[in-house]
């Protein structure tokens, strides 16, 4: 939500919402697009959320014990919405939720090592994957490594790498034991399921496959495709099923709650997550009412109609106008991109050259100018 993420036309500070309106300083109405960055699901000022909330807080927003009915009511429904879902455990933010999921994986396994595909947190253990980590100490970056979203072969060089660095470790240790040299070390692999591209086929199964073979638990993320492909997470349209899953945003509709779910052998060591908010009151009431919106259908169902008239409005009219820009990702979360081919400059990512088609970049005085008309005409985007 930095300033910098935003054009100069977009408002300083927003005060208000309605449904799908928000107010900022200065009494402008905007549609905000954005959703609070995918936290409002059902809209602002939902009568049902609130007034739930409303009548806890008279009630009291924490207790010296927990609220065993509320934390089991809610736990109940994310059972009966998550496939994996056997067992739960709340945090209050998304990147709770993934810390909480790599120290229950590397418990449950007595490993260390994690191998990431996508965007997993702010945390350390994934911040150590990035090029540029300030404030996190080199030595973790032997602890997790990145792979490729529907590229196999790249997760498998990433298994290789971290049994090298198992049997090396094991070697400075002077020896390994025999059964470590079967398998390399890996914790867990932990993935958003999709975020722009659909997976390729086969690609989500052979991610569960090598997980099962090499005896590391698989963990999806679904802060993002949580409660918006579908009320049960992406694992309920593709039909893999991991060992456990992350849910926020969504699921409360903009009070802070998140979960970390999964199978109950597993989640036996979810005890080791402990915080004194993690199961307030105002957040499982919220996601009470949430939920069992969810559960009466619809929501999700909605965002896909929705997303679908965008993607294929915007591209219909960029390519009357002959606009470079287009309208990629899937249904339930549309992406503007203005692009401009590159033809006298490199490219790269994550240090490798990009070559081909795949040749584009950010055209961003475009996309600044673009947001900042759209501003002006009332949608935050």
């Known amino acids: 939500k930095g300033r910098g993420r935003f054009p100069g036309a977009y408002p300083r500070s927003l005060q208000h919402g309605v449904g799908p309106w928000v107010w900022d300083d200065q009494s402008r109405r905007y ?8 936290a409002i699901s059902l809209g602002y000022n939902d009568l049902s959320v609130d007034e739930a909330v409303r009548g806890q807080v008279f009630r009291g927003p924490i207790f010296s014990l927990s609220n065993v009915e509320l934390e089991e009511r809610v736990a109940q429904r994310l059972v009966d919405l998550i496939p994996c879902a056997e067992s739960v455990r709340f945090v209050k933010t998304g990147s709770e939720a993934t810390e909480a999921a790599i120290r229950v994986a590397r418990a449950y396994t007595g490993r260390d090592i994690v191998l990431t595909c996508g965007y997993h947190s702010w945390h350390s253990w994934y911040a150590a994957t990035r090029a540029e980590h300030p404030g996190v100490p080199d030595a973790l970056t032997l602890l ?24 090396i470790r094991g070697a400075k240790r002077g020896g390994i034991q025999p059964s470590l040299r079967w398998h390399p070390g890996v914790a867990a692999i932990i993935i958003e399921p999709t975020l722009i591209e659909p997976p390729a086929p086969g690609f989500l199964e052979g991610v569960r496959e090598r997980a099962s073979r090499i005896g590391a ?48 052998d597993i989640m036996r060591y979810a005890m ?4 004194t908010f993690g199961g307030d009151c105002i957040g499982l009431t919220a996601a009470d009412a949430t939920l069992a919106r969810y559960q009466q259908g619809g929501v999700c169902e909605h965002m896909w109609r929705l997303g679908a008239r965008i993607i294929d409005g915007y591209n219909a009219l960029a390519e009357k106008h002959g606009a470079p820009t287009r309208a990629v990702g899937q249904a339930p979360h549309p992406v503007l991109r203005w692009d401009e081919e590159i ?9 490798v050259l990009i070559e081909g088609p795949a040749r584009f970049a950010t055209n961003r005085h475009r996309a600044s100018l673009f947001f900042q008309e759209t501003v002006k005409r009332g949608h935050l985007l």
């Open 272 to 275: 080791l997550v402990s915080g």
């Open 343 to 351: 033809t006298d400059r490199e490219v790269t990512s994550g240090g």
């Open 144 to 167: 997790a490594q990145s792979f490729q979203y529907n590229d196999l072969v790249s997760l498998d060089l990433a298994i290789v790498r971290a049994s090298e660095e198992c049997e």
């Open 31 to 38: 549609i905000d697009w954005i959703c609070a960055l995918g």
């Open 217 to 264: 638990v698989l963990i999806f993320d679904e802060m993002v495709t949580g409660f918006r492909w579908h009320a049960g997470g992406y694992q309920a349209l593709c039909g893999v099923m991991p060992d456990l899953a992350t849910f926020g945003k969504g699921m409360s509709n903009g009070y802070p709650q998140a979960a970390l779910v999964g199978r109950s």
